[in-house]
């Protein structure tokens, strides 16, 4: 089971912890705010009442080997530029950061963040698709029903040809272009008779439900009512 961490209890940071309790309970949630952590505890698997700059905290708690940290400090600029380049120093390979501003964004890049967000709802829907799935390696929003993503070729189409696969039909979902896993230039496949090998990285359309079950990881239905929960009990929409 995937674990996280979340340093920081903003809007953005409660948000992906409602967004992760679809996939797993084995998150982490850290912040200097006692009363904030008393609010959330019962729904991570361990909390911190800690400040974020505590370069010696954040060694002790976060793992190493964690699957990723996201940070979300508020206004506070400095601190989350200084709590990237500890994550980062850390060797933490995922550490995805909230931004005030495109240029605060690229300083947290320079500092080691591997994928900077924007705060809004759908930056938290857009990220947790991909930390949930290894088939997933990126998911773009473009209106109320139709989303572009890439995926991995994945069980059900390896070594069946497109017209045999038949994606339109099974998953609702239309095959744009294709690209090998070690580059990154795509193709127009127009060919029926392509076969599609494990290496295979296939851009594709359609609505957002269907993207998620054709490169859904089996426990993301297993903690959908744990996240109905958490919905509830703090009303969020």
Request: hydrophobic share 45%; with cysteine; proline share 3%.
């Amino acid at each position: 089971m995937k674990q996280f961490a979340i340093v920081g209890l903003g809007a953005f940071g409660i948000r992906m912890l409602e967004e992760l309790l679809e996939i797993t309970n084995e998150i982490i949630i850290i912040d200097r705010d006692k009363d904030v952590i008393e609010k959330y505890k019962d729904f991570a698997r361990a909390s911190y009442i800690t400040d974020a700059i505590n370069e010696t905290a954040l060694r002790k708690i976060v793992p190493p080997e964690i699957d990723a940290v996201i940070v979300d400090l508020g206004g506070k600029i400095e601190s989350s530029i200084m709590t990237i380049n500890f994550l980062h120093k850390m060797g933490i390979r995922e550490i995805v950061a909230k931004a005030q501003t495109d240029e605060h964004g690229e300083i947290l890049k320079l500092m080691g963040a591997t994928k900077v967000i924007y705060p809004d709802r759908e930056a938290a829907k857009r990220i947790t698709p991909i930390l949930a799935s290894s088939l997933l390696f990126d998911f773009m929003p473009i209106s109320q029903n139709l989303s572009l993503a890439e995926i991995r070729a994945n069980e059900y189409c390896i070594g069946k040809t497109l017209m045999e696969a038949n994606l339109r039909k099974e998953f609702s979902l239309n095959v744009v272009a294709l690209r090998k896993e070690d580059s990154d230039e795509f193709t127009f496949i127009n060919d029926p008779s392509y076969a599609f090998a494990k290496e295979d990285v296939l851009l594709v359309a359609g609505a957002e439900e269907d993207i998620f079950a054709f490169s859904r990881d089996p426990e993301r239905q297993v903690r959908r009512d744990f996240r109905e929960s958490f919905r509830k009990l703090f009303g969020k929409k």
